[in-house]
């Protein structure tokens, strides 16, 4: 199983805006100039957030984006799931029910099992909240301006995920 970019970059927009939320919204452009991602690409991931319900929009002058809830009702799993769908690790597991025709007899069916129930534990169990809390341990806490979080790769996110 692989996170994709669209997974990634969903998951640090989030971040950014919990880190840098006020009664204000957010411009596409100050995330992207912050994330150092493109604002067209950032453009179609929120899109999908705000169609998730995850994200408000305003438009005008003082227009951009804000998070529709407090960061604690917000699980890395819930951002991933909206941006990649499902997170199982084999096509059979990706619905309630096991459609496969080897389902039966299949002895790794299991192992997928367990693969895909340890990922879901890791990502539904650690919130936006918890991220932005480990944002201040390691970054300090906020001043009066926005806060420019790293440009996170893969290994970072390891990172954030195992410390978690």
């Not at 941006?83 to 299949?106: F, I």
């Not at 790794?108 to 169990?125: F, K, S």
């Not at 301006?145 to 390891?158: I, K, R």
Request: one cysteine or more; aromatic letters at 6%.
């Amino acid at each position: 199983m692989r996170i994709s970019t669209k997974g990634r970059y969903a998951l640090r927009l989030m971040l950014d805006l919990a880190v840098n939320s006020t009664e204000n919204y957010i411009s596409i452009k100050n995330i992207s100039t912050r994330q150092e991602i493109s604002d067209k690409y950032l453009e179609q991931i929120i899109n999908q957030l705000c169609k998730a319900g995850f994200v408000k929009s305003a438009r005008g002058a003082n227009g951009g984006y804000r998070l529709s809830k407090d960061p604690k009702e917000y699980t890395v799993g819930m951002i991933l799931n909206v941006m990649e769908g499902t997170l199982s690790p084999v096509p059979c597991l990706d619905y309630e029910t096991n459609n496969c025709p080897r389902s039966n007899a299949c002895i790794t069916l299991d192992v997928w099992r367990q693969i895909h129930q340890a990922v879901q534990n890791v990502v539904d169990n650690i919130t936006l909240a918890d991220l932005v809390e480990k944002y201040y341990a390691e970054q300090g806490e906020p001043e009066e301006e926005e806060q420019t979080l790293p440009v996170c790769c893969d290994e970072d996110m390891q990172k954030v995920l195992s410390k978690t």
